[in-house]
């Protein structure tokens, strides 16, 4: 049996209970509506970057109108605390970013005015550094998606060999940042331009900046940009961190054999329209029906991609040696987007560890961002003097000195220039086989 009284008591701790449930509905409600509070625009020579800093995780929805062109992005439960006077500055693929009327009370909405049809993506970003949570708007020009086709034969003789260069991360992504607030997108974007101006000096080079000031450059359209250049060698530049700040020294990094491999099955799955990417042979690769050798065909041109890269990479060490501590002695192999082009030899290089105080204030000095560019510039130069790709002026006009060391014979040192013993006497008016150490050699490609 209930009493009335027992009812009474029982509605009451209910009506109770439901104004708790309100009351922290209510709570949440109020404390989940996020804030957009920051717009910033990047822009890019084929790209723009717009993100939106908002307090927490972004819910949001996004669809383009046309006529005229515009992106519309309605953030759910959140509010703007932007103004939106002066967004833009210079960047001549939006016109305008405003707000318009919210779909529902609570939700915002921004638009983008846009000058073209841009390709698009919109995703989150999770908190990092300095940054909190961010909603991202990629838009890319639509030709630079299409691929450039290269034919390495009917290229011009006599080309530059064109080294592209990756200054690591830009823009919305500071790479690591050190104790003592330097960022590593700075110090690497210096360390490119100075390397830059070190190899367009260079008779028969010619630098490719893949990042040229303060901006992102997603991981996949490295090698695409480089590929665009028909970049020859594409270095890509970091700083190292790390937890504790003991660690320092620098260290180059190649392509894991496991993660090209399942690189190039995949090559092989579109071979139709990935055949330029495996450099001379892909013509074949692309015609023939018989898979077996397609995969023989692009794995060779794979491997000696592979082996290109860690030629160079070694090149790289024996100069970053004298210019500074090493914390790897051989180079490291890794799974990295950005090494992964099957076409191009690609090294990242890891400067010095950012983490480590010593370390920072040289990355940080001209003096010895200069020295790490000298370094790397005559790394380049050497693995070009012994892999000048066909048609290109390096390969026409190469002539170097070499100076006989101890135990080295005419035979040995034809072996490493890839000349023959007779060329090598013709071209030193030389009447026997024996050399002596120290004498100097001249060494001309033989044609
Ligand atoms: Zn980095």
Known sequence: ????????????YTLKLLLLFFTLCICIKSHAANSINGIRVWPAPDNTRVVFDLVQKPDYKYFSLSSPKRLVIDFNDSKSLISFQNIIKEDHRIKKIRKSKPKSKNSTRI???????????????APTGQYGNRLVVDLYDKNTSTRTVINKKSANSNRDI??????????????????????EKRITLAIAKKLEKLINNHQGMKAAMIRTSDYYVAHDRKPKLARKNKADLLISLHADAFTSPKPSGASVLVQSTRRANSETSRVIANRQKESELLG??????????DDN?????????????????????????????KVTKLHKKQPEGLSLAVLKAPDIPSVL????????PTDEKDLNSS???????????TAVDSYFIRNSPEGTLLAATKEIDHNIIHGESLSVVAH?????????????????NTVRVGQTLKIKREN
Do not use: C, W
């Not at 064109?162 to 960022?183: E, L, M, N, Q, T």
């Not at 001379?280 to 029906?289: D, S, V, W, Y």
């Not at 003096?367 to 510039?377: D, E, G, M, R």
């Open 1 to 12: 049996m209930i009493t009335n009284y027992e009812i009474k008591i029982i509605l009451s």
């Open 111 to 125: 638009v983008l005015e846009l000058a073209d049809n841009f390709q698009l993506t919109v995703f989150p970003l």
């Open 162 to 183: 064109v080294v592209a260069i990756v200054a690591g991360h830009g823009g919305d992504d500071p790479g690591s940042i050190g104790a003592r607030g330097s960022y």
């Open 280 to 289: 001379g042979a892909g013509e074949t690769i692309k015609n023939t029906k």
């Open 293 to 321: 050798l397609a995969i023989t065909l692009a794995d060779m041109s794979k491997e000696h991609t592979m082996k290109s890269s860690y030629e160079f990479a070694t090149h790289v060490l024996k100069q970053l040696k």
């Open 349 to 356: 290089i890891e400067t010095g560890f950012i983490s480590n």
């Open 367 to 377: 003096v010895h961002q200069q020295k790490l560019a000298k370094a790397i510039y």
């Open 416 to 432: 490493r220039y890839k000349v023959s013993v007779e060329h090598l006497k013709k071209t030193n008016n030389l009447t026997s």
